[in-house]
């Protein structure tokens, strides 16, 4: 039960990111989920966005220089 409750965190996150949100759904996760699972999700999702911006302009400098 662990992983689809995970799997709702992520999710919620990413749409959230994207900025794509059924009002419905944001309902249902409002209600399913902690703060402390929201903000360790976004806190993770955003180093991954970081560290994969960085790794893309680090390999485009690589390969354009």
């Not at 689809?4 to 009002?23: P, Q, T």
């Amino acid at each position: 039960m662990a992983d689809k409750s995970n799997l709702k965190v992520v999710l919620a996150v990413f749409w959230s990111f994207f900025g794509v949100r059924k009002r419905r759904d944001y309902d249902a996760d409002a209600q399913n989920l902690t703060p402390v699972q929201v903000i360790i999700a976004g806190l993770i999702g955003g180093a991954v966005f970081v560290s994969t911006m960085l790794l893309v302009v680090y390999l485009a400098m690589q390969f354009l220089t």
